[in-house]
């Protein structure tokens, strides 16, 4: 009796007709993501003329142009990556394990940065430190002076404190929820032993936290690479990273076939980013398994 009644609710799993609801959502991604994806790969490599050719590929990738906003991509990622890391990982310890009153408070305003446009820190640091902002005014008030003694926020350091201050919460979550699954009687034992607070942080904190200080950074570093608004709107001088690249090639000089090349090249270096950060979350959590 039991194989009669589990064999119609076994055949009603595996019918034909449910095999057609993959259509819609597969619809969805064909006109919404691979149609616009193939255009601009055609663009790339057949250009205006209709022939396929490697050569726009070989003469954007050697360009002078192309070369530094890749450099300057790679090199704002990492930075605001490693100190989105540093920050995330000191003020995650300190929100955890040090007991003021607030820090739950604190630690909700800082989710809040999550929800918030890119835009809206750039403009922010403007008003602060631009040059016609709070501080350089006071500044120039105080000591006298005829010209803003700040200028780092139109430059590349601009950019970087920038993704810093958004950034930083995407380390901080994963961090926070690692830090909760500690036991607190092992950091109570290692103080009543004599252990010092870098010791305990260094032997105890840490290992807990390397997991998720890889997945966070990883992440980071996604975002960072595909960053848009901040670098437009601080509009720092001389630098150009690949999507803003992208963005004064199709919109400002309407070389829409440059363009799509560059455009292909970031989508291959945030593919394979997203790759391994999707490797990392997959290691972690086997890891996470395991222990348990």
């Known amino acids: 009796m039991a194989d009669i009644a589990v064999a119609p609710s076994s055949r009603a799993v595996h019918s034909p007709q449910r095999q057609y609801w993959i259509a819609p959502p597969l619809l969805v991604l064909v006109v919404l993501f691979f149609y616009p994806l193939a255009l601009i790969l055609r663009e790339a490599l057949a250009g205006e003329d209709h022939v396929l050719s490697l050569a726009r590929f070989t003469n954007v990738l050697r360009s002078n142009q192309f070369l530094s906003g890749l450099y ?21 310890v300190i929100i ?25 820190v750039a403009l922010a640091f403007t008003f602060i430190y631009g040059s016609a902002g709070l501080l350089n005014q006071s500044l120039m008030h105080l000591m006298h002076l005829e010209l803003p003694p700040l200028n780092f926020l139109y430059s590349q350091w601009g950019v970087i404190l920038s993704e810093i201050t958004v950034y930083t919460p995407f380390v901080m979550r994963p961090l926070l929820a690692s830090f909760s699954l500690i036991d607190p009687s092992q950091i109570e034992v290692a103080s009543s032993l004599g252990a010092r607070p870098w010791r305990i942080v260094r032997r105890i904190i840490l ?31 001389d630098v150009i990273t690949l999507p803003l ?32 950060y999707r490797m990392v979350i997959a290691y972690c959590g086997g890891r996470r398994a395991g222990m348990g």
């Open 207 to 237: 290992p807990a936290a390397l997991p998720a200080l890889i997945a966070g950074g990883s992440l980071c570093l996604l975002l960072t690479v595909n960053e848009f608004g901040i670098v437009l709107f601080i509009g720092a001088k």
């Open 96 to 120: 955890a394990f040090i007991p003021f009153p607030g820090a739950k408070l604190i630690a909700r305003v800082i989710d809040t940065f999550i929800a918030l446009p890119t835009f809206l």
């Open 72 to 92: 300057h991509t790679i090199t704002i990622a990492l930075s605001a990556s490693t100190g989105c890391l540093v920050l995330g990982f000191i003020f995650s």
């Open 245 to 276: 690249l992208v963005y004064d090639k199709a919109i400002q000089e309407f070389d829409y076939t440059t363009a799509c090349v560059i455009a292909v090249v970031n989508i291959a270096l945030s593919l394979g980013l997203y790759a391994f």
